[in-house]
């Protein structure tokens, strides 16, 4: 517990010392800032130093995407602070410079020029000037954090959005998300029965008729025949009820890995599927299921409507986030608001990420998927 106290006090004094920084530069820029606004030369340019600067030594602020005209009101405004912060640094300076000159003329017999006894700084002068000079230290001193608040606050409030407007976005944006993907299930929920209604069990009624047939023959012949045809049936119901399962949830994806998940979705596909995985590690089962059924969903897509010659899928990671590209060479025209598309957008954005389409009359047709991932 006192390590952990040590840790905390040397991380807010490193802070301050950061803020010291960041006010310091602030108040020669706050100058040069005012100055573009003034001619209308370099604003953006010198809002976006401002904007790095207060990231650099405080924390990121939020923006909106910059305007000419939102950064010239900006900086017109924001040298107020940057005065601001001079003045404070300057009244620092000044009382640790008295509190220091004190304190080496008392030690060291100096020649004071206020109050002595005989050639001696007293302790009475010291303790007289102390209790209000170490509350000028104090308030300064607090000062510098308060600037640099007020600074990232200016910018939040004239360039950015703020935290609390942020959180609620975040929780609206959360709200809609549970909705799509409750909806989303729902949809699937039907296509799987859609699928179990029309395939496996129209197979297995098939499958009961030529077993009754079978135990109805009068010839051998007769009864070979229609065995044949029901074990053909019974090879079909099993095919399609394993493709069923394997929209649900592929079981390789958990024995196997992502890998192999892919190279049987290429194995199983009616067209020619070409694979790039970057990945050197798993991101996890969540992403990866994800992962498997973008690159799924986009094959099957193609290969019913598009009449491509290749479907190439290709994974690669980026610094926070996994980007998925599925292209084709079919002859386009991919509708995103359709049921197995916009299905998959739902659950793309369930987990934070983005979903594009780009698929012109003539095509080829590319999907892109961006996952965010620690």
């Given at each position: 517990m006192h390590?952990?106290?040590?840790?905390?006090?040397?991380?807010?004094?490193?802070?301050?010392?950061?803020?010291l920084a960041g006010l310091t530069i602030g108040s020669v820029t706050g100058l040069l800032g005012l100055a573009a606004a003034a001619v209308d030369v370099g604003v953006v340019g010198q809002t976006e130093y401002e904007l790095g600067r207060i990231a650099r030594f405080d924390r990121a602020v939020h923006t909106n995407p910059l305007t000419r005209k939102g950064c010239r009101r900006?900086?017109?405004v924001r040298w107020l602070v940057g005065t601001l912060g001079a003045g404070v640094i300057s009244m620092l300076a000044f009382w640790y410079a008295v509190a220091i000159s004190m304190v080496t003329a008392w030690l060291f017999d100096g020649d004071w020029g206020l109050i002595k006894d005989g050639d001696r700084v007293?302790?009475?002068l010291i303790a007289l000037v102390a209790?209000?000079?170490?509350?000028v230290i104090f308030v300064t001193t607090a000062g510098v954090v308060g600037v640099a608040v007020l600074d990232r606050w200016l910018a939040t409030a004239m360039l950015g959005t703020s935290q609390q407007t942020l959180l609620r976005q975040r929780v609206a944006e959360l709200t809609s998300t549970r909705a799509e993907v409750i909806e989303a299930i729902d949809d699937e929920r039907r296509r799987i029965e859609r699928d179990l209604h029309d395939g496996v069990q129209q197979r297995l009624v098939a499958l009961g008729m030529l077993i009754g047939r079978a135990r109805r023959a009068k010839g051998e012949e007769q009864l070979q025949e229609l065995l044949q045809q029901a074990h053909l049936t019974a090879s079909e119901a099993i095919d399609e009820?394993?493709?069923?399962a394997t929209?649900?949830?592929p079981a390789v994806l958990d024995d196997s890995g992502l890998e192999t998940a892919l190279?049987?979705?290429a194995e199983r596909s009616s067209v020619r599927v070409e694979i790039s995985n970057e990945l050197k590690s798993s991101p996890g089962t969540a992403l990866e299921t994800v992962i498997y059924f973008v690159a799924s969903e986009a094959v099957n897509n193609a290969a019913k409507h598009a009449d491509p010659t290749v479907v190439e899928i290709s994974v690669w990671p980026a610094p926070g986030d996994i980007t998925v590209m599925v292209w084709d060479d079919g002859f386009g025209g991919a509708d995103p608001t359709g049921t197995g598309l916009s299905g998959l957008a739902r659950r793309v954005k369930a987990v934070d990420g983005t979903f594009e389409v780009t698929?012109?009359?003539g095509g080829p047709t590319t999907i892109y998927a961006r996952l965010p991932c620690e």
């Open positions: 390590q952990e106290g040590q840790l905390s006090a040397g991380s807010l004094v490193r802070g301050w010392f950061r803020m900006y900086l017109a007293t302790l009475e209790i209000p000079g170490a509350l009820l394993r493709e069923v929209r649900v949830y190279e049987v979705l698929s012109p009359e």
